[in-house]
């Protein structure tokens, strides 16, 4: 869990900005699909919805330093529903259990 963390706050870090949202979400989006992938095998549901969320948090972190805005702004401007529209990779429900072994 601490690698996954570390990746994730590399790739929102507070230098990147400049770059756009959809650049940032293209680069995360690598790792938490080869994250994901590589784990989706056994009892891993529990720890991917805590990546799901340390993600959520990160982003909404990320676009309000890079909108200027104080705070995370969780429930008036980046909800669930701007999360899911930025394209981010899910990593919730992509559990394989024993039968697909």
Known sequence: MASIRAKIRERTDRRLVGFDIDTVVAGLNLTLRGWGNYFRRG?????FAHVDHYVDLRLARF???????????????????????????????????????
């Open 63 to 101: 676009a309000s330093i890079k909108y200027g805005l104080q705070g995370r702004n969780w429930c008036g401007r980046f909800d669930h529903h701007w999360i899911t529209a930025t394209g981010v990779h899910r990593l919730t429900g992509k559990v394989l259990g024993a039968a697909h072994v």
């Open 43 to 47: 009892n891993s549901a529990r720890k």
